[in-house]
Protein backbone atom coordinates (compact mmCIF):
# COMPACT_ATOMS: atom_id res chain seq x y z
CA UNK A 1 0.00 0.00 0.00
CA UNK A 2 1.82 2.79 -1.12
CA UNK A 3 -0.25 4.72 -3.93
CA UNK A 4 -4.03 5.81 -2.01
CA UNK A 5 -6.26 7.97 -3.17
CA UNK A 6 -9.30 8.61 -1.25
CA UNK A 7 -12.83 10.22 -1.97
CA UNK A 8 -16.03 10.67 -0.96
CA UNK A 9 -18.40 14.12 -0.26
CA UNK A 10 -17.66 16.71 2.09
CA UNK A 11 -17.14 16.22 5.23
CA UNK A 12 -16.70 12.32 5.45
CA UNK A 13 -13.09 13.00 7.02
CA UNK A 14 -11.41 13.00 3.73
CA UNK A 15 -8.06 14.93 5.05
CA UNK A 16 -8.17 13.59 8.53
CA UNK A 17 -7.74 10.16 7.41
CA UNK A 18 -5.29 11.53 4.04
CA UNK A 19 -2.90 13.30 7.18
CA UNK A 20 -3.41 10.07 9.54
CA UNK A 21 -2.11 8.19 7.06
CA UNK A 22 0.29 10.62 5.53
CA UNK A 23 1.98 10.36 9.33
CA UNK A 24 1.59 6.63 9.60
CA UNK A 25 3.04 6.16 6.35
CA UNK A 26 5.68 8.73 6.23
CA UNK A 27 4.13 9.45 2.29
CA UNK A 28 3.49 12.57 1.37
CA UNK A 29 0.17 13.89 0.98
CA UNK A 30 -1.93 16.27 -1.63
CA UNK A 31 -5.39 17.55 -1.30
CA UNK A 32 -6.68 17.62 -5.16
CA UNK A 33 -8.54 21.18 -4.24
CA UNK A 34 -5.50 22.90 -2.87
CA UNK A 35 -4.13 22.27 -6.51
CA UNK A 36 -7.58 22.79 -8.77
CA UNK A 37 -7.76 26.29 -6.57
CA UNK A 38 -5.16 28.80 -6.91
CA UNK A 39 -5.24 32.48 -5.91
CA UNK A 40 -5.83 33.35 -9.67
CA UNK A 41 -8.98 30.70 -10.37
CA UNK A 42 -9.15 27.27 -10.84
CA UNK A 43 -6.65 25.43 -12.79
CA UNK A 44 -7.77 24.57 -16.58
CA UNK A 45 -8.92 21.02 -16.56
CA UNK A 46 -5.35 19.76 -18.72
CA UNK A 47 -3.34 21.71 -16.20
CA UNK A 48 -5.18 20.31 -12.80
CA UNK A 49 -4.47 17.29 -14.94
CA UNK A 50 -0.88 17.70 -15.36
CA UNK A 51 -0.21 18.54 -11.79
CA UNK A 52 -1.93 15.63 -10.65
CA UNK A 53 -0.26 13.12 -12.79
CA UNK A 54 3.31 14.42 -12.08
CA UNK A 55 1.97 13.75 -7.86
CA UNK A 56 0.84 10.28 -8.93
CA UNK A 57 3.82 9.55 -11.06
CA UNK A 58 5.67 9.07 -7.69
CA UNK A 59 6.26 5.54 -6.00
CA UNK A 60 4.66 6.69 -3.18
CA UNK A 61 1.56 8.96 -2.35
CA UNK A 62 -1.38 9.93 -0.46
CA UNK A 63 -4.46 12.12 -2.60
CA UNK A 64 -7.76 12.76 -1.46
CA UNK A 65 -10.30 14.63 -3.59
CA UNK A 66 -13.51 14.15 -5.24
CA UNK A 67 -12.32 14.58 -8.96
CA UNK A 68 -13.58 11.50 -10.88
CA UNK A 69 -12.82 13.33 -14.36
CA UNK A 70 -9.10 12.66 -12.76
CA UNK A 71 -9.66 8.52 -12.15
CA UNK A 72 -7.24 7.75 -15.13
CA UNK A 73 -4.61 9.90 -13.47
CA UNK A 74 -5.13 9.29 -10.03
CA UNK A 75 -7.57 6.40 -9.16
CA UNK A 76 -6.04 3.57 -11.60
CA UNK A 77 -2.72 4.53 -10.77
CA UNK A 78 -3.43 4.15 -7.12
CA UNK A 79 -2.41 0.37 -4.55
CA UNK A 80 -5.66 1.35 -2.67
CA UNK A 81 -8.91 3.66 -3.27
CA UNK A 82 -10.38 4.41 -0.61
CA UNK A 83 -14.46 5.58 -0.81
CA UNK A 84 -15.86 7.17 2.19
CA UNK A 85 -19.21 6.64 1.65
CA UNK A 86 -21.38 8.11 4.23
CA UNK A 87 -25.06 8.39 4.78
CA UNK A 88 -26.38 11.65 3.33
CA UNK A 89 -28.19 12.84 7.17
CA UNK A 90 -24.55 12.16 8.31
CA UNK A 91 -22.92 14.15 5.67
CA UNK A 92 -25.85 17.33 5.59
CA UNK A 93 -25.31 17.25 9.56
CA UNK A 94 -21.63 17.12 9.75
CA UNK A 95 -21.77 20.22 6.84
CA UNK A 96 -24.12 22.26 8.93
CA UNK A 97 -21.82 21.50 12.27
CA UNK A 98 -18.14 22.42 10.11
CA UNK A 99 -19.70 25.58 8.48
CA UNK A 100 -20.92 26.95 11.82
CA UNK A 101 -17.66 26.25 13.29
CA UNK A 102 -15.91 27.88 10.08
CA UNK A 103 -18.15 30.91 10.01
CA UNK A 104 -18.01 31.68 13.78
CA UNK A 105 -13.98 31.98 12.70
CA UNK A 106 -12.66 29.12 14.41
CA UNK A 107 -11.01 27.69 11.58
CA UNK A 108 -8.62 29.81 9.19
CA UNK A 109 -8.12 27.15 6.36
CA UNK A 110 -8.31 28.24 2.89
CA UNK A 111 -12.28 27.21 2.86
CA UNK A 112 -13.05 28.59 5.88
CA UNK A 113 -12.13 31.65 4.13
CA UNK A 114 -14.16 31.95 1.35
CA UNK A 115 -16.93 30.75 3.55
CA UNK A 116 -20.29 33.21 3.83
CA UNK A 117 -23.67 32.34 5.35
CA UNK A 118 -24.89 32.57 1.17
CA UNK A 119 -22.10 30.07 0.16
CA UNK A 120 -22.58 27.84 3.02
CA UNK A 121 -26.33 27.38 3.25
CA UNK A 122 -28.59 29.45 1.33
CA UNK A 123 -27.07 30.42 -2.17
CA UNK A 124 -28.24 28.22 -5.32
CA UNK A 125 -24.60 26.73 -5.28
CA UNK A 126 -24.15 26.69 -1.52
CA UNK A 127 -21.97 23.92 -0.11
CA UNK A 128 -24.95 22.32 1.55
CA UNK A 129 -26.78 22.21 -1.85
CA UNK A 130 -24.39 21.27 -3.65
CA UNK A 131 -23.19 18.52 -1.76
CA UNK A 132 -26.79 17.47 -1.87
CA UNK A 133 -27.29 17.54 -5.42
CA UNK A 134 -23.76 15.90 -6.17
CA UNK A 135 -24.42 13.09 -3.58
CA UNK A 136 -27.83 11.68 -5.63
CA UNK A 137 -25.73 12.54 -8.83
CA UNK A 138 -22.97 10.90 -8.12
CA UNK A 139 -22.77 8.02 -6.71
CA UNK A 140 -24.28 5.82 -9.79
CA UNK A 141 -21.16 6.86 -11.65
CA UNK A 142 -18.89 6.41 -8.53
CA UNK A 143 -19.77 2.55 -8.69
CA UNK A 144 -19.03 2.26 -12.71
CA UNK A 145 -15.78 4.18 -12.25
CA UNK A 146 -14.66 1.99 -8.69
CA UNK A 147 -15.85 -1.09 -10.95
CA UNK A 148 -12.96 0.14 -13.33
CA UNK A 149 -10.47 0.83 -10.65
CA UNK A 150 -10.76 -2.91 -9.53
CA UNK A 151 -10.95 -4.57 -12.44
CA UNK A 152 -7.58 -2.12 -13.06
CA UNK A 153 -6.07 -4.43 -9.85
CA UNK A 154 -6.79 -1.28 -7.26
CA UNK A 155 -7.42 -2.43 -3.81
CA UNK A 156 -10.92 -0.89 -2.88
CA UNK A 157 -12.09 -0.16 0.25
CA UNK A 158 -16.03 1.12 0.65
CA UNK A 159 -16.02 2.78 4.02
CA UNK A 160 -20.00 3.48 5.03
CA UNK A 161 -19.02 5.18 8.58
CA UNK A 162 -17.01 6.47 11.03
CA UNK A 163 -16.86 3.52 12.88
CA UNK A 164 -15.87 1.62 9.42
CA UNK A 165 -13.13 4.01 9.25
CA UNK A 166 -11.94 3.61 12.64
CA UNK A 167 -11.74 -0.03 12.18
CA UNK A 168 -9.77 0.10 9.07
CA UNK A 169 -7.33 2.36 10.30
CA UNK A 170 -6.83 -0.49 13.38
CA UNK A 171 -5.76 -2.98 10.54
CA UNK A 172 -3.84 -0.29 8.76
CA UNK A 173 -1.96 0.17 12.11
CA UNK A 174 -1.78 -3.74 13.02
CA UNK A 175 -0.27 -4.54 9.39
CA UNK A 176 2.41 -2.13 9.60
CA UNK A 177 3.40 -3.35 13.41
CA UNK A 178 3.31 -6.65 12.19
CA UNK A 179 5.47 -5.23 8.86
CA UNK A 180 7.81 -3.38 10.93
CA UNK A 181 8.02 -6.28 13.44
CA UNK A 182 9.34 -8.95 10.65
CA UNK A 183 11.95 -5.95 9.30
CA UNK A 184 13.30 -5.83 12.75
CA UNK A 185 13.54 -9.73 12.58
CA UNK A 186 14.89 -10.29 9.38
CA UNK A 187 17.76 -6.99 10.33
CA UNK A 188 18.31 -8.90 13.95
CA UNK A 189 19.11 -12.56 12.21
CA UNK A 190 21.27 -11.10 9.27
CA UNK A 191 22.53 -12.66 6.55
Not at 121 to 127: E, I, K
Request: some cysteine.
Amino acid sequence: MRKIALFGPPATGKTTLARWLSMELGYPHADLDDILFTPAGPLPLEEFRRQAGEITCRDEWIVEGNFSKLADVVWHRADVLVWLDFPLVLIVYRIVRRSLYQLAGRDDSAQARRLTWSTAFFGRRSLLRTAIRKYRKNRPRYVQQVAEAAELGVEVVRLRSPQEVQGWRQEVRKGLAESRSQGAARHTAGP
